[in-house]
C-alpha cells in the first residue's frame, strides 16, 4: 500500500535525523539538532556545527541540503529534523530559505518535526515560509 511505504519512508528519514544529531557539534549552546532530506530515494544528512566566533555556526539543515546537493540532488521532498524542543522546533528563517531554493514545489515539500520524546509536527515548506524570495524576483 502506498501510504504503508511512505510511512516507511518517513520512520527512516526520521531515524536518520536522530542518528547523525548525536554528531552536532554544539559545545556553546548545548542545543543539537539532526536533520535528514530525502531526494529521489536517497537520504542525506546533517548536524549542526558552532564556532567559538558564534556566528559562523552551521545549522544542521543548511548541511543536509549541502550534503544533497554534493551528491547531485537538488529537489528535496522531504526533511525530518529532531530536537529536544517541545513543541518540535522547525528550522530557523534562514534555512527554511535554503529549503525554498532546493524544492520545487514548496507546496509539496514535508517537513516532519520531531522531538526526543517523541511528538511529531508535520508542515510543508510553502506553511512555514509562504511569501519566499525566489529566483523569480531576480532580474525585475
Ligand atoms: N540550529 C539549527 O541547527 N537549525 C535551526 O534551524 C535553528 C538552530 C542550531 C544552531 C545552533 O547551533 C543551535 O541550534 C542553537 O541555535
New binding site residues.
Partial sequence: MVSEVKREDDDALIAAARHIRDRAY?PY?S?L?GCAVRADGMVFRGA?V?NASYGL?L???RVACANAVLGGERDIEAVAVVTESSPP?P??GM?LQTLVEFSRDPGAMRLILVNLQGERRDFTLAELIPKAFTKSQLGG
Avoid: K
Fill in positions: 554544539a549552546s542545543y539538532v549542526n558552532e555556526t545549522c544542521a539543515e522546533a528550522p530557523c534555512c
